[in-house]
């Protein structure tokens, strides 16, 4: 009775332990840029009349520090990033905005906006283009977590429009990048998922390890898989000794 009641134990402990890693690589989720009320996902324009225009600010729902990159997809004139730039708001007092020195999206003193290579972020075309811009390298200060950012251009550089905006832990983010080949990926990615569960039970390891839906903080699937191998094995190994004790 003992030796069952310790092989009872092993299993809960199993099970709890899968849990608890599942919840511990749990991909963090992208913060979207499309508020309702100041959304980063739409078509700009600003016009052609005067030297400087303000086209709004774009709400970034409060992201904590640790989102140090800027995924864009994007459209427009070759020359509509020539003088656009933003300008943070870090996260502090409600009462208060305080607002960061704007960083350009071509070479400026007050500050450059670049992407995870270091490099300016490409002129807009008429073809979709999607760009991952690191905030910490383009020089905004991340020690609190940004609010929001206003948005700043000059009349005459032409439209452009963002496509998908979203705040990002690691450059690869979740998922999928708001371009058109996103669905087609997730759909692959679904079917991964299911060869891998399946493979686990046969105790394999093929397939993509750990992808989640765009959009959705997701727990990827090989923890889940481990976990049911666990149970497996346990109960097998459960089943034996009590074979042998027979």
């Keep these: 009775?003992?030796?069952?009641?310790?092989?009872?134990?092993?299993?809960?402990?199993?099970?709890a332990m899968t849990l608890s890693m599942s919840s511990f690589v749990s991909a963090a989720e992208d913060i979207v840029l499309e508020d309702?009320?100041?959304p980063f996902i739409k078509t700009f324009d600003p016009g052609d009349k005067g030297d400087y225009i303000y086209l709004g600010y774009a709400y970034c729902f409060e992201a904590g520090p640790e989102y140090k990159y800027l995924k864009i997809t994007y459209t427009g004139e070759k020359t509509a990033f020539d003088e656009l730039r933003l300008e943070f708001v870090i996260n502090s007092d409600p009462a208060e905005e305080i607002k960061l020195t704007p960083k350009w999206f071509r070479?400026?003193?007050?500050?450059?906006?670049?992407?995870?290579?270091?490099?300016e972020v490409p002129a807009p075309s008429d073809k979709e283009q999607t760009a991952v811009i690191d905030l910490e390298k383009s020089g905004v200060d991340l020690k609190t977590g940004i609010r929001a950012f206003h948005i700043h251009d000059?009349?005459?550089k032409g439209s452009f429009k963002i496509i998908d905006a979203r705040l990002m832990t690691s450059p690869e983010g979740e998922a999928g990048s708001g371009n058109s080949d996103a669905e087609a990926t997730t759909a692959v990615d679904?079917?991964?998922?299911?060869?891998?569960v399946t493979d686990n039970a046969k105790n394999t390891s093929t397939g993509t390890v750990g992808s989640t839906k765009p959009g959705t903080s997701g727990t990827p699937v090989w923890p889940i898989a481990a976990g049911v191998g666990a149970?497996?094995?346990a109960a097998a190994a459960f089943g034996v000794t009590k074979s042998k004790k027979k």
Excluded: F
């Design 1 to 15: 009775m003992k030796k069952i009641l310790k092989k009872v134990i092993a299993l809960a402990s199993a099970v």
């Design 36 to 38: 309702s009320g100041s």
């Design 107 to 119: 070479e400026n003193d007050e500050g450059t906006i670049v992407t995870t290579d270091g490099k």
């Design 154 to 156: 000059t009349p005459g």
């Design 190 to 196: 679904e079917n991964k998922n299911v060869e891998i």
């Design 231 to 233: 149970v497996v094995v």
